[in-house]
Nanobody
Framework: VQLQASGGGLVQAGGSLRLSCAFSGSISSINALEWFRQAPGKQRELVGSITRGGSTNFASAVTGRFTISRENGKNTMYLQMNSLKPEDTAVYYC??????????????????WGQGTLVTVSS
């Protein structure tokens, strides 16, 4: 699975931004798509996810401000970010969790990553 994130940029606090993640490859093996972020000097953290069935979950820090959607016809996932805060400044990454069986019938779980896109929120 290949993923490519885009849409980052500079925005003022209180503003909005929408990130996109185009994915391709073995799409049928994807169980969930996720957004992560990594702020300077901090560990990468999960922002939110969307399952194959369309269920979403979010980190408490972004609940109520961020939403995730998926447009299957375009093989694209979106992260809509509203009411942005300076602490949302980070490099945002999209990822895909896949599950497939190998030639021995064993389940193989993998996570694929896209490149990051920088979001900067000014105060």
């Amino acid at each position: 699975v290949q993923l490519q994130a885009s849409g980052g940029g500079l925005v003022q606090a209180g503003g909005s931004l929408r990130l996109s993640c185009a994915f391709s490859g073995s799409i049928s093996s994807i169980n969930a798509l996720e957004w992560f972020r990594q702020a300077p000097g901090k560990q990468r953290e999960l922002v939110g996810s969307i399952t194959r069935g369309g269920s979403t979950n979010f980190a408490s820090a972004v609940t109520g401000r961020f939403t995730i959607s998926r447009e299957n016809g375009k093989n694209t996932m979106y992260l809509q970010m509203n009411s942005l805060k300076p602490e949302d400044t980070a490099v945002y990454y999209c990822a895909a969790d896949t599950l497939r069986t190998n030639e021995n019938g064993e389940f193989i779980a993998q996570r694929f990553w896209g490149q990051g896109t920088l979001v900067t929120v000014s105060s």
